[in-house]
């Protein structure tokens, strides 16, 4: 009698199926991470807005020239806690902006001499700060 032997060159269909499930299971762990990407480039990009977003209302702010008659209730200011605070809406959120009314460098007793006043630009959505800055602007008398 003849002995019958076993082909051993191909793959039987429990392995090809064990492949296809671990496969499946890798790709599976690969297409989570995708969706939490997405997530974080979204609040990246959004974070870059506001913040380039404050920078150029605080360059307009440095660039303008002031005086302490600026800062009144008829240009949108309220005064708080020994600042003046003015809040406007924007694409991004509420703008917030707090002048502080006791200079950071007074001005002389010359004509003409400006005073330096910390500024403080924040841009809020939700009640949650999403990106603030710092400076000071010129301000006459």
């Known amino acids: 009698m003849r002995s019958q032997k076993l ?18 299971i890798v790709f599976v762990g690969f297409m989570t991470v995708f969706p939490q990407m997405t997530n974080f480039n979204e609040k990246t990009e959004s974070k870059l807005s506001a913040m380039n977003e404050v920078r150029v209302l605080l360059d307009n ?16 200011y309220i005064e708080k806690n020994e600042a003046w605070i003015r809040t406007e809406k924007s694409e991004l959120g509420e703008v917030k902006y707090r002048v502080e009314k006791q200079a950071a460098l007074p001005a002389g007793d010359s004509e003409g001499e400006l005073s330096l006043h910390e500024i403080n630009i924040s841009i809020q959505k939700d009640s949650k700060v999403i990106s603030e800055t710092f400076g000071y602007i010129e301000v006459g008398k």
């Not at 039987?12 to 296809?20: G, N, P, R, W, Y």
């Not at 702010?61 to 949108?76: C, I, K, P, Q, V």
């Open 7 to 24: 082909n051993e060159r191909g793959m039987t269909l429990v392995e090809i199926l064990a492949a296809l499930v671990i496969l499946g």
């Open 61 to 76: 702010y440095r660039n303008s020239s002031y005086s302490l008659n600026d800062f009144t209730s008829e240009n949108g």
